[in-house]
């Protein structure tokens, strides 16, 4: 299958600064791309649908200003938790769609806001 | 009602036993569906997708009711290796997914 990396895997941060959480699909292109969120014991939560070249649509309850989305080409896009919270600690996972639908998920990256 | 559900489990089985879980979706416009498989603090990895006429792969076999708006996925000959949480997804329009909460299975020896 298709490969989607993460990066970092980890971070570990104090509250109030911001994290950037980079996505990239590395043998194909990726036209859309989502975020998720996934606290422990729960389901995964899409966060935000990406899409090369255009706006992220936000799913209800998400704060677009909190977690800003930029998808600039078709094999990266990227997450930033601005102002992040302990609250905001959770596991982020990235998938990226190829053109038969099929989701590629990133290996995710645990986020720990101190 | 959720748009996805999944009864969570665990469920817990010897080895080479048959398992089987059910996922019920609530949007009848629903286009193509899937399960995941999701190891411990890692990320889910497709495990097949699920077709009208159902669809078999080695010991797992997934079927579709659109009638009854459900998908299940059947386990057989169950491994330890198999210990995972189970997720469904169903993607609406614009493929747009949503996925399940997961069900949990125990294989034990």
């Known amino acids: 299958g298709a490969v989607v990396s993460q990066h970092p895997s980890r971070v570990i941060c104090k509250s109030g600064t911001s994290v950037k959480i980079e996505c990239r699909s590395l043998d194909f292109q990726a036209t859309t791309m989502f975020w998720y969120r996934q606290f422990p014991k729960k389901s995964l939560m899409l966060m935000a649908t990406s899409n090369e070249g255009s706006k992220a649509t936000y799913e209800q309850g998400v704060e677009k200003d909190k977690f800003l989305i930029n998808h600039a080409s078709l094999t990266l896009s990227t997450l930033t938790v601005t102002s992040a919270h302990p609250e905001d600690s959770s596991f982020y996972i990235c998938s990226a769609r190829d053109q038969y639908v099929e989701q590629f998920f990133g290996p995710g990256t645990r986020l720990t806001v101190l | 009602r959720k748009e996805v559900e999944q009864d969570p489990g665990p469920f817990n089985v010897p080895e080479g036993a048959t398992v089987a879980f059910n996922c019920t979706y609530s949007n009848s416009a629903s286009q193509s569906f899937f399960w995941y498989r999701q190891d411990c603090r890692k990320e889910p990895k497709l495990l097949m997708s699920?077709?009208?006429s159902g669809n078999e792969d080695g010991r797992f076999t997934a079927q579709l009711n659109r009638a009854s708006q459900y998908i299940s996925l059947l386990i057989r000959d169950s491994k330890l290796s198999d210990s995972a949480t189970y997720l469904c997804?169903?993607?609406?329009?614009?493929?747009?997914?949503?996925f399940g909460r997961g069900t949990s299975l125990i294989v034990h020896p």
């Open positions: 699920v077709y009208s």
């Open positions: 997804v169903v993607n609406k329009g614009s493929y747009i997914p949503t």
